[in-house]
């Protein structure tokens, strides 16, 4: 069974991570420099760009549930959440980013997000109270 507040909770712990990560507290001058964006540019859609991040973390925090069962232990929960984010997401990330010449910095930050999206999201999982 579908624990819907624990996947709601997780979501949003990991949506709102995106949002420091990607803030200019942490890497967003050098994500713009990277991917030679403005840092005044505008998204052309937000509520579209903001509305599918939430949705596919969404969908991250669900199948993570559905991998880890209703109650995982925290060292299972982050083993896994390791092991997607980063064996599988940024190892993924990198065959693309080596093809598309993107610069090994620009593959650190995005890789590194998403191992600490889905950490998260597993020990936000993993606390949840019975």
Not at 35 to 61: C, H, K
Not at 94 to 107: A, D, E, R, T
Request: glycine share 10%.
């Amino acid at each position: 069974m579908i624990n819907i507040w624990a996947v709601l909770s997780a979501t949003i712990v990991a949506y709102l991570a995106g949002a420091v990560w990607y803030s200019p507290l942490l890497f967003f001058n050098r994500w713009c420099k990277e991917t030679d964006t403005s840092p005044q540019a505008e998204l052309v859609s937000p509520i579209r760009v903001y509305g599918l991040t939430f949705l596919s973390t969404l969908i991250s925090a669900l199948i993570m549930h559905w991998l880890l069962g209703p109650h995982p232990a925290l060292p299972d929960a982050l083993l896994l959440g390791g092991a997607i984010g980063g064996g599988m997401v940024a190892a993924s990330q990198g065959i693309n980013y080596q093809f598309s010449q993107h610069s090994l910095c620009l593959w650190l930050i995005d890789g590194g997000f998403h191992c600490l999206r889905f950490l998260l999201i597993g020990l936000v999982l993993s606390l949840w109270p019975v």
